[in-house]
């Protein structure tokens, strides 16, 4: 049920490539809030994507940036301040992709040309992001910049291989650069630990369904939802979050508190 927590602020969200991708439901659910906002994808993402049919729905305008590159990361800021009519009050980074998963490498036969990219898309695309958004001045102050992560960053599932390593960079990262932003903006910087969710990017990984189920019986609360992870980003960009930041806040039923489930010894 919309509160108007987001009335008059503006953001931009990354990664909607369709109606199961998590910044789809972060992009309905903030508009529903009363935020403006500038959607964007890689340029790729734009052709096999839904972005377009997203956009005309939530009357907003699409602009596509490679998260890679600064060149585009600048245009896309510069552009949105402008088309919003302000500086932003929140950003998602919603992306996530490893070339050595896609290709099926195993973790301990890496191709480390792709773990570059990897880590580049997965992560060090939040880095530059949150450093052309504080050479060009685009946050307001009490912003509310949050990437999202998976747990893999602290324990190991063997399956998510290098992706792992990308989100203890993501975190850490956050960490990192939270202290600048703060300092600069009061702008607060957070990680979202989401459970496992049904998308392009989670399908991906092998085993994916059998996992599902595992982490479904694991959490006291089952799984959480696209739609439970966006309401906990609206959360996390209104006002009623100011002081949190520089952490990874766990999304995920009681997944990441939990030993042991009896549930899975009934089997
Ligand atoms: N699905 C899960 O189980 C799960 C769990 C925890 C965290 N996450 C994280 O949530 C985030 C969103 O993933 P999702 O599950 O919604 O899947 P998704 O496939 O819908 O989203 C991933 C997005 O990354 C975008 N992307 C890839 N390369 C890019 C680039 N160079 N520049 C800009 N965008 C690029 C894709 O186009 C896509 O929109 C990712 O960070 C993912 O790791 C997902």
Redesign the pocket.
């Known amino acids: 049920m919309p509160n108007g927590l987001l009335k008059g602020k503006r953001g931009i969200i ?5 109606n ?4 789809w439901k972060v992009a309905e659910r903030c508009v529903e809030e009363g935020a403006v906002i500038v959607l964007t ?2 340029p790729a ?1 734009m052709r096999f ?1 839904e972005i377009n049919e997203l956009a005309k729905v939530l009357n907003c305008q699409v602009i596509p ?4 590159s600064t060149e585009d990361l600048e245009n896309l800021l510069t552009q949105s301040v402008e088309i919003l009519g302000g500086k932003l009050d929140f950003i998602l980074h ?4 490893s070339v050595n998963v896609r290709k099926k490498k195993e973790y301990s036969d890496l191709n480390y040309e792709w773990m570059k990219t990897t880590l580049d ?2 992560a060090i ?1 939040f880095h530059k992001l949150m450093q052309s958004a504080m050479k060009l001045d685009a946050m307001n102050d009490w912003g509310s910049i949050l990437a ?3 747990i893999a960053a602290q324990r190991v599932f063997p399956d998510y291989s290098e ?1 792992a390593d990308a989100k203890a960079l993501l975190e850490s990262f956050a960490r990192s650069f939270g202290y600048h932003w703060a300092k600069k903006a009061r702008v607060r910087v957070n990680t979202i630990s ?4 049904v ?4 399908s991906g990984v092998k085993g994916f369904t059998d996992f599902f189920g595992y982490a479904e019986k694991m959490s006291p609360l089952g799984n959480a939802s696209a739609l439970a992870c966006a309401d906990y980003c609206v959360a996390m960009f209104s006002d009623l979050t100011r002081m949190v930041t520089m952490q990874n806040l766990f999304h995920d039923g009681g997944f990441s508190s939990m030993g042991m489930a009896p549930e899975l010894l009934e089997e």
């Open positions: 990354f990664g909607a490539l369709d199961k991708s998590i910044a994808n890689a993402a994507g940036a490679d998260a890679t919603s992306i996530g992709m898309v997965s695309s999202l992560s998976y992706m989401q459970s496992p969710t998308t392009t990017a989670g």
